[in-house]
Nanobody
Framework: QVQLVESGGGLVQPGGSLRLSCAASGRTNTMGWYRQAPGKQRELVTTITSGGSTNYADSVKGRFTISRDNAKNTVYLQMNSLKPEDTAVYYC?????????????WGKGTLVTVSV
């Protein structure tokens, strides 16, 4: 079992920045961030492998940056130039390899609100 604890959400004005953190209780493989806006399905924001390869949704490319500190089992999401449409609950995800495949773990989510 891997537990994920997110932090860093809050209220920010359009054009502002926030940094989310997600600390895992153990070693993980690929980690990432997903988000779910009110009335919408959860969607992928970005992922990063243990080797540092990244993937971004088109809607956040050039504005969001994911990074990780493997020694601390922590992943970060730097969000710049935030827009009202970025408002959502952001969930941390971690994938852990198992002998039969992999297991996915989720954090409880942190709310990001972009508004004047």
């Amino acid at each position: 079992q891997v537990q994920l604890v997110e932090s860093g959400g809050g209220l920010v004005q359009p054009g502002g920045s926030l940094r989310l953190s997600c600390a895992a209780s153990g070693r993980t493989n690929t980690m990432g961030w997903y988000r779910q806006a009110p009335g919408k399905q959860r969607e992928l924001v970005t992922t990063i492998t243990s080797g540092g390869s990244t993937n971004y949704a088109d809607s956040v490319k050039g504005r969001f940056t994911i990074s990780r500190d493997n020694a601390k089992n922590t992943v970060y999401l730097q969000m710049n130039s935030l827009k009202p449409e970025d408002t959502a609950v952001y969930y941390c995800n971690a994938r852990v390899a198992t002998w039969s495949g992999h297991m996915d773990y989720w954090g409880k989510g942190t709310l990001v609100t972009v508004s004047v």
